[in-house]
T-cell receptor, first 107, second 112 residues
Framework: RKEVEQDPGPFNVPEGATVAFNCTYS??????FFWYRQDCRKEPKLLMS???SGNEDGRFTAQLNRASQYISLLIRDSKLSDSATYLC????????FGKGTRLHILP | NAGVTQTPKFQVLKTGQSMTLQCAQD?????MYWYRQDPGMGLRLIYY???????DKGEVPNGYNVSRLNKREFSLRLESAAPSQTSVYFC???????????FGQGTRLTVV
């Protein structure tokens, strides 16, 4: 089993809809968790950290489920500008990334 | 404050040539990382350095060497480039603890 797994998509979602991604990780000792956004031919940039109690930043909500070893990202009221690849990342002694989930927001 | 700077941004090599990818950060970060990104493969860790003077292998270290020259700089060397090393290479850095990594803009390497 790979250390960090994501559904590669693509997710094709109409503008204004809600979309959710999950990411599973194999190392139960992982200490911290992140969601990154990557635009085409650009470097990944931090979208949000994921805290144990869950956290929200505007239209974005991140959750952590340690018992089932997954993190999730929920995007509400999606915008065309949300089209990108979303990478989850998990830290133990190093940071390991999933392969990313491609999201296309359709007008 | 430039963040993480990678040079060069683009490079074409012939099979068997060697080259060094440079990475420098000005954020006083302890940890530095080299990843490669290929279509459908996501970011794969090549090597990392948890602190100055230490380096460790990641998921795909074969064909690469690294040097943590000082706290600011972490270079990646390809001794004998192969077409399979055609990729986009990202350097990243972070401070200790449960903190995120910051990325450079990437180096697009083609080996022909």
């Amino acid at each position: 089993r790979k250390e960090v797994e994501q559904d590669p998509g693509p997710f094709n979602v109409p503008e204004g809809a809600t979309v959710a991604f999950n990411c599973t990780y194999s190392n139960s000792a992982s200490q911290s968790f992140f969601w990154y956004r990557q635009d085409c031919r650009k470097e990944p940039k931090l979208l949000m950290s994921v805290y144990s109690s869950g956290n929200e930043d505007g239209r974005f909500t991140a959750q952590l489920n340690r018992a089932s070893q997954y993190i999730s990202l929920l995007i509400r009221d999606s915008k065309l500008s949300d089209s990108a690849t979303y990478l989850c990342a998990v830290k133990d002694d190093k940071i390991i990334f999933g392969k990313g989930t491609r999201l296309h927001i359709l007008p | 404050n430039a963040g993480v700077t990678q040079t060069p941004k683009f490079q074409v090599l012939k099979t068997g040539q060697s080259m060094t990818l440079q990475c420098a950060q000005d954020m006083n970060h302890n940890s530095m990382y080299w990843y490669r990104q290929d279509p459908g493969m996501g970011l794969r860790l090549i090597y990392y350095s948890a602190s100055e003077g230490t380096t460790d292998k990641g998921e795909v270290p074969n064909g690469y060497n690294v040097s943590r020259l000082n706290k600011r700089e972490f270079s990646l060397r390809l001794e004998s480039a192969a077409p399979s090393q055609t990729s986009v290479y990202f350097c990243a850095s972070r401070i200790p603890g449960n903190t995120e990594a910051f990325f450079g803009q990437g180096t697009r390497l083609t080996v022909v």
